[in-house]
């Protein structure tokens, strides 16, 4: 079985805490229904994708306000700060309940970086008429450990504050075969237990999946009876 848990590790990591689905064409509509959580009113996503925009000019540290005024900016300011590794502006982008929420368990937001990803932006869906929130989907594009093109995809979950859209949230589909997950960046303990409890799900199916293939019979070959 092939993982799809980088990403949401480098999230995690993002958060110093311990660190979509998967799959090479736009957001589904199963990683939205995911993002139906207490943080995030519930909307479905948006199928189609298009090329993000340049992000607007990011913060230069966490007090400042980072300004976007449309929730797409905001979240390819977040990215690009996770793609180039760049703290101050990645944990500017959140929303200030995550900021407290994380320096109270005495995390830091360090994204490891990842200079070969890209990613895409896809269409926005604002969550009520006053549109005070908003689901943006996106792709993430990189190389896995064997340089083989990989996606995700993710449901970020933004709320609009007096001084711009931010971060409170994403959801993505850890693996074919899981269903989606919602990670609440304003809640860092149920994020960390729902990547941990993911990956030792991913980590019992992959060591089933070896055992099923090792006790497998072995095929049989013209002129050879079948090994019994």
């Known amino acids: 079985m092939k993982r799809a848990l980088p990403f949401v590790g480098l999230i995690c990591l993002s958060l110093a805490i311990v660190g979509c689905g998967q799959s090479s064409g736009p957001p589904t509509e199963t990683a939205a229904k995911a993002a139906n959580a207490p943080a995030v009113a519930s909307a479905a996503a948006s199928p189609g994708v298009a090329k993000s925009a340049p ?20 979240v390819a300011a977040f990215l690009k700060a996770l793609r180039d590794g760049d703290n101050r502006v990645a944990e500017a982008m959140l929303t ?3 900021r407290e929420e994380t320096a109270k368990r005495k995390l830091a ?6 200079p070969s990803a890209s990613f895409e932006i896809g269409k926005i869906e604002y969550l009520n008429a006053d549109k005070n929130g908003a689901h943006v ?33 994403m959801a993505t589909q850890v693996a074919p075969t899981e269903p989606p997950v919602f990670l609440n960046f304003e809640d860092p303990d149920d994020m960390l237990e729902k990547w941990r409890a993911a990956e030792e799900r991913l980590a019992r199916q992959e060591e089933q999946g070896q055992v099923r293939q090792a006790t497998k019979p072995e095929a049989p070959t013209p002129g050879r009876p079948a090994t019994r």
């Open 55 to 74: 992000a607007a000019k990011a913060p230069a540290a966490v007090a400042a306000s980072p300004g976007f005024d449309q929730p797409d900016q905001a």
């Open 96 to 98: 200030p309940k995550a």
């Open 109 to 114: 937001v360090q994204p490891p970086g990842s």
């Open 137 to 169: 989907n996106c792709v993430w594009n990189e190389r896995d450990n064997k340089s083989a093109p990989t996606s995700y995809e993710i449901v970020w979950a933004l709320r609009r504050l007096p001084d711009g859209w931010h971060i409170a949230g």
